[in-house]
């Protein structure tokens, strides 16, 4: 059984209304929550490639990517969890943990059901509330994993028109 479906969470899933990324994220982290990412996606069978500015290489421990001097090339680490649905993540802090997916890639009961197993496996391999919330806009989210609950919930109110 599905966590969301599509006709609940259309909306959310719409690139006009909340921008196609929308922000997705992790507070009150630490270097071991990245590090923990980090080991999800070794493992997970998921296809990655991590990359410093455009050079791809391999996936170095949270600490080192994490103590990168300001001003350093920036990095990114690109999962896809399924052949064509890219998500980035960007560690540049430890106090978050923050990835962009497209909606555009997301669309239907499909989408819904890959990014609510990304956001659980995610939620699930570090014990916390993962959110998304439309792009640029930190204060509302709509959705996310709940540990408590073990699932995907709504956040708002889905009808946001």
């Known amino acids: 059984m599905p966590d969301l479906y599509w006709d609940d969470v259309a909306d ?23 590090q923990a990412v980090f080991d999800l996606v070794r493992s997970s ?36 969890p399924v052949p064509d649905v890219l998500v980035i993540f960007r560690p540049g802090s430890d106090d978050g943990i923050d990835f962009d997916v497209d909606l555009r890639e997301l669309q239907g009961q499909r989408g819904v ?10 939620g699930r391999g570090l014990g916390r509330q993962v959110v998304m919330t439309a792009e640029g806009d930190h204060g509302h989210p709509v959705l996310g994993f709940d540990p408590a609950a073990d699932r995907v919930v709504l956040m708002a109110d889905p009808r946001l028109g």
């Open 45 to 80: 069978g998921w296809a990655w490639e991590y990359r410093e500015g455009d050079v791809p290489g391999p996936l170095p421990p949270a600490a080192q990517v994490l103590a990168r001097p300001a001003g350093a090339v920036t990095v990114d680490l690109r999962v896809r």
């Open 12 to 34: 959310f899933f719409d690139p006009d209304l909340m921008g196609a990324l929308p922000d997705v994220w992790v507070e009150g982290t630490t270097v071991e929550d990245w």
């Open 113 to 122: 059901d890959v990014l609510c197993r990304f956001l659980a496996a995610v």
